[in-house]
């Protein structure tokens, strides 16, 4: 199995989570990559991908696991040859085990930019309430585990897959402390002890 | 090209923004040349992605030197409403450029009740909907596409129409424009080119009674035919679309035209003569599709793919060349060519067939030549397959229905059942969907001059259905009558038709196909204030009444068409042009190879 890693920029970060995936199965055969098939009445290539990331956020850290004999080197390379505008693979690493990527990566950092000056010790341990699409409130403040101010703009870390979306918090913060072209990027995938994903592997 | 920081704005506050980005793998990379075409599909992404005759026009213009083909597609209303909102003009996909900067505009016609969103891309893109208030500084707005055999409804608005086939007729326009200085120059040379009508050259005029009374200017205008299919122009690449769309498959197209000529069916007549492609070209071209598309499936398009007089020879080469993983679909396959080796290979669950009318006496009517035998044979064959499903498709108010004929319905599914419970072995229960449409006579086929059927014929149809299968694993659906009959409105429409889709539109009518989009008491208010009775265009035409399309020459003769509608009410079948040429015309201008 490989274990890669991708971006999704320059447009590509529009694209839905199912359509990642067809687009995922569609790039390995243009490639020639060869992958493995489920067994059953209707089978489907064993591509795992990381818990969906919001339509329209850009990311320098997607994870998806594949099923394939195909050597890391070779992997990326094809892969990188034939994939559409806006995904490249930055990282391959091959694994026999079935590493969960949709169950381990529960947190992610992100870049954001545009916001207003605040002073992050009021958002940390602090309530923090999103409406959700049914328009009930919720506090998310535990799986907002981080925030730095850094070069140009902030640096935190959220829950990821777990009830919290980048887009919701950092239009939260812009409607609180004010912004222009407020954009989070995500930077990192982590396990709950924020390691990088691929460092489970070793 | 980069989308501006405000549209990348909008973007993230509407319902599946990848239909607005382009960047599709498979893109052709473009530079503004001396034409700049953009080909327009007047729906949705999802929708345009899957037409196939929208990549074949693009392939003929880019492939003339000194043109390139864009593309664009109606927004969804969400994102059309903020372009609106923000100011921002209807662009293209590829190069971004506001639809308004291109020198020429495509609209492909596929259905009718897609005119509105001809005028709403238009004007999202900020361009008089009126040719008349179109002046050099507007680009030319064409049109083609099979609903263009009767151009008349959007005379109003489109500056140039090209009827038939685009392979040939495309590039003489594109070649001509490149010449051209000016748009009147443009539009009068290029009459000299076949399919092509321009219809600012041509009057209608009109009798007391409202009938036409005649034509002025140089008529009738001949189709563009393209002779050689085999070595016609044919996309290499496609694009593989951003978001699921309606078909998903590297598609070829195994031939134009049907042999059958089911006497309601406009596509049967039109796209005549039949013209297969070789075998081994259409291996090529699947091949290499597939290597440049990544996709796990291949479509063998034709309007009847049974009747491909290769069809084994094809599957079989195919099935050696294409990866093992690569399924084959065959869609409008008949029941009598359902074979074993043809089922399709992609899910087994449910199986269309298109039976039209319940008792063999109507299908005899309408020259749908298939018996009872086929089609149960057909049937058990592919139970056996493994189907547990099947959806059957009719139509409403046919000439010559009587209640018998719906009955006729009913007994089919029985019968259906039955085949079905025979053996005991298949476990599931068999889920039936029954879907009735209403009959629309559509020019150039021998039922042109029938009436269409009323709402509360309809309605009493309906009931005869649903009496008999509601419940019982059986689901019913039939058309809204109210779109039927604007279709059948359009279908056969004049130049009187222009202001009424015009005020349709202002009323806000856009995406008529959509069901939850379609407002009927809208179009029925612009037809009110338009002084436009819908019934004089659903009623029974006369033989002798001049048509608005007999502007317009499909090589099938008048008399011909009379002659199976007069067989029609005989009930006798003509049956397939395979089994003799029937002397529709096109022998007169073409070599038949049956």
Request: aromatic share 10%; charged share 30%.
């Amino acid at each position: 199995m490989i274990l890669f890693r991708y971006s999704k920029t320059d447009g590509a970060e529009f694209i839905s989570h199912l359509d990642m995936l067809k687009d995922l199965s569609r790039t390995f055969r243009r490639a020639g990559i060869k992958v493995g098939y489920s067994l059953g009445f209707n089978p489907h290539p064993l591509v795992y991908m990381s818990a969906p990331i919001g339509v329209g956020v850009k990311s320098y850290s997607e994870y998806c696991l594949v099923e394939t004999d195909e050597p890391p080197d070779s992997f990326k390379e094809k892969f990188n040859a034939f994939s559409r505008k806006g995904i490249k693979c930055t990282g391959a690493w091959a694994t026999d085990k079935k590493v969960g990527v949709a169950s381990e990566i529960v947190k992610a950092e992100y870049f954001v930019t545009g916001l207003s000056d605040f002073d992050p010790e009021e958002v940390v341990g602090k309530p923090f309430i999103i409406t959700d699409r049914n328009g009930n409130e919720k506090d998310v403040s535990p799986l907002v585990y981080k925030i730095e101010k850094t070069d140009g703009g902030i640096k935190c870390v959220l829950g990821f897959g777990n009830g919290i979306r980048i887009e919701k918090f950092v239009k939260n913060l812009a409607d609180r402390y004010g912004g222009e072209n407020v954009e989070a990027v995500k930077t990192r995938g982590l396990t709950s002890d924020e390691r990088e994903f691929e460092e489970t592997l070793r | 090209m980069e989308l501006s920081e405000k549209l990348y704005g909008i973007l993230k506050t509407v319902e599946k923004p990848a239909r607005y980005i382009g960047g599709e793998y498979g893109e052709r990379d473009l530079k503004p040349d001396r034409l700049n075409y953009c080909i327009c599909f007047p729906d949705v992404y999802e929708v345009a992605m899957s037409n196939l005759s929208i990549r074949i026009v693009s392939e003929v213009i880019n492939s003339v030197d000194g043109a390139i083909c864009d593309r664009c597609f109606a927004p969804w209303p969400d994102f059309g409403d903020k372009l609106k909102e923000n100011g921002v003009p209807l662009y293209s996909l590829g190069l971004k450029m506001p639809l308004k900067d291109f020198d020429m505009i495509g609209f492909t016609l596929q259905y009718e009740m897609s005119y509105t969103g001809i005028l709403y891309m238009l004007d999202l893109a900020g361009i008089p909907l009126k040719r008349e208030e179109r002046g050099e500084d507007f680009p030319i707005i064409q049109a083609g596409g099979p609903c263009a055999v009767n151009p008349e409804p959007l005379a109003d608005f489109i500056d140039i129409f090209v009827v038939g086939d685009g392979e040939e007729s495309m590039k003489d326009l594109a070649e001509l424009k490149l010449r051209c200085r000016t748009k009147s120059e443009f539009l009068e040379k290029a009459t000299a080119i076949q399919g092509v009508y321009v219809p600012s050259l041509i009057e209608v005029k009109y009798d007391d009674k409202g009938l036409i009374a005649g034509f002025s200017g140089k008529y009738p205008i001949k189709k563009s035919l393209c002779r050689d299919l085999d070595s016609g122009a044919f996309p290499k690449k496609m694009m593989c679309p951003n978001v699921e769309s309606v078909f998903e498959r590297a598609v070829v197209e195994v031939m134009r035209g049907c042999y059958r000529g089911c006497r309601f069916c406009q596509a049967g007549f039109i796209y005549r003569p039949v013209r297969p492609r070789k075998p081994d070209t259409l291996v090529g071209q699947a091949t290499e599709l597939i290597k440049a598309t990544g996709f796990g499936e291949v479509g063998l398009n034709s309007l009847s793919t049974g009747d491909y007089p290769y069809l084994r020879e094809l599957i079989s080469k195919l099935k050696s060349e294409l990866p093992s993983d690569v399924k084959l679909a065959l869609p409008s396959l008949r029941l009598d060519s359902f074979d074993g080796e043809f089922v399709q290979e992609s899910k087994k669950n449910s199986l269309t067939f298109a039976p039209e009318a319940g008792t063999q006496r109507l299908r005899d009517v309408i020259n749908k030549d298939i018996t009872e035998e086929e089609v149960e044979r057909g049937l058990k064959m592919a139970f056996d397959e493994g189907y547990t499903g099947i959806k059957l498709y009719f139509m409403f108010g046919l000439p010559t229905e009587t209640d018998e004929d719906v009955e006729g319905i009913c007994d089919i599914v029985d019968r259906i059942r039955k085949i079905y419970s025979a053996d005991k072995a298949r476990a599931r229960n068999l889920r039936i969907s029954v879907s009735a449409s209403t009959f629309i006579p559509k020019p150039f086929t021998p039922f042109q001059w029938e009436r269409q059927i009323s709402e509360e014929e309809v309605g009493r149809k309906v009931g005869i259905l649903k009496s008999r299968l509601f419940g019982r694993n059986t689901f019913v659906s039939w058309n809204d009558h109210a779109l039927s009959e604007i279709e059948a409105v359009l279908a056969r429409g004049d130049r009187r038709l222009g202001k009424v889709i015009l005020s349709a539109y202002k009323k806000g009518c856009r995406f008529d196909g959509w069901t939850e989009h379609f407002k009927a008491d809208k179009w029925n208010e612009a037809f009110r204030e338009c002084g436009v009775d819908k019934k004089f265009y659903t009623r029974e035409w006369g033989e002798d009444e001049i048509l608005p399309w007999d502007i317009i020459d499909v090589f099938i003769d008048k008399s011909f068409l009379k002659r199976e509608r007069k067989k029609a009410y005989a009930g006798e079948v003509t049956g397939s042009c395979k089994t003799g040429c029937k002397g529709c015309g096109l022998q007169r201008v073409f070599r038949c190879d049956v």
